[in-house]
């Protein structure tokens, strides 16, 4: 096994994959697969949750796994039949006003044509979620992308962020209940802008970890799927994580080196690395039993793509201490 390894890792390195990045913590179960892993911890269940992409639901009562699957959160479809389809997209859950609301996108590859939608269940068990369709949407010709939403509460404001899949990152203010634009059209803020072709940005998650001043801005940026065994993306195109931070969750956000983030900033914090290929989709929470900062996020099997068929969780604790964050075993 570890000259195999040693192996996967000589040709990860060959086409440009380093090792400078820990390896995901070791998770057990049959439900380690997902996509655009939202994560967080119930403490009347005393369950960690993962909701994905596709509508799954996984969970455990160690961090570690063992993770089951409990069904889909929205199990008889959704009220909102963007594009004739329902395929929740970059689920976001959290905890507001006595309810747990989660956050989903119906959208195509390639397409502006998307709906940001909402649910809200009282325990997160299944068949608990009640659907509340759109809260937000985009058309061909909008300068933004209604996916990929992420809440924060500041100073008693609901705030969501979304976008994009292109090259940029918006944020508007919520009405109370986190179920509509506080204002008609919406106060849109900018966030983040990319101008590196093709690097797109998406996924955004705003976080500020208990013992810091700052909000960090985590996003996805590259080529995140659909990908084949032969016919990979030029090294360094594939979704990789990077992250920006602010006094305020309103920006403006800064890199590691203090460019802007509307100026094509971002310090990267995870990459491909070993036989963990394209990671991205992310989120962070904080875990109680372990009191540590955790993010979640997907990653393909270097040596076994299958197209977006074995996208896996990865789970990691993350160092804030020296201002920035570090992910770390």
Excluded at 63 to 92: E, M
Excluded at 156 to 172: E, H, K
Excluded at 260 to 270: D, K, N, P, S, V
Aim: aromatic fraction near 14%; glycine fraction near 10%.
């Amino acid at each position: 096994m570890a000259t195999l390894r040693l192996l996967f890792c000589a040709l990860a390195l060959a086409v440009g994959y380093g090792a400078a990045y820990p390896q995901p913590l070791q998770l057990s179960g049959p439900a380690t697969f997902t996509h655009d892993p939202a994560i967080i911890y119930n403490p009347q269940s005393d369950y960690y949750y993962v909701f994905s992409t596709h509508g799954g639901v996984a969970r455990s009562h160690d961090l570690l796994g063992p993770w089951t699957a409990v069904g889909q959160y929205l199990p008889t479809g959704c009220s909102i039949k963007n594009a004739g389809h329902c395929d929740t997209w970059a689920p976001d859950v959290h905890y507001v006003n006595g309810q747990y609301i989660l956050y989903y996108a119906i959208s195509g590859f390639g397409s502006q044509n998307s709906t940001i939608g909402a649910a809200t269940s009282a325990t997160m068990e299944y068949g608990s979620w009640t659907d509340h369709g759109t809260v937000f949407s985009s058309v061909d010709g909008d300068t933004y992308n209604a996916i990929d939403a992420n809440l924060i509460e500041y100073n008693g404001t609901l705030l969501l962020t979304f976008g994009s899949y292109w090259a940029d990152i918006y944020q508007f203010p919520l009405a109370p209940s986190g179920l509509a634009p506080l204002t008609s059209p919406p106060n849109l803020m900018w966030l983040s802008f990319n101008s590196t072709a093709p690097q797109s940005e998406e996924g955004a998650f705003i976080y500020k970890p208990e013992t810091a001043d700052w909000y960090y801005l985590f996003y996805s940026s590259g080529t995140c799927c659909g990908f084949v065994a032969g016919d990979l993306p030029t090294p360094g195109n594939e979704y990789k994580v990077f992250v920006g931070r602010s006094k305020s969750p309103t920006g403006p956000f800064v890199d590691k080196n203090g460019t802007a983030l509307l100026q094509t900033g971002g310090t990267e914090i995870l990459a491909s690395h070993d036989n963990i290929y394209a990671p991205g989709g992310t989120s962070l929470f904080w875990d109680p039993k372990s009191g540590r900062d955790v993010i979640a996020y997907h990653w393909r099997p270097f040596n076994n793509i299958q197209g977006d068929a074995n996208s896996m969780l990865g789970l990691n604790y993350v160092d804030f201490s020296s201002g920035w964050p570090v992910l770390v075993e």
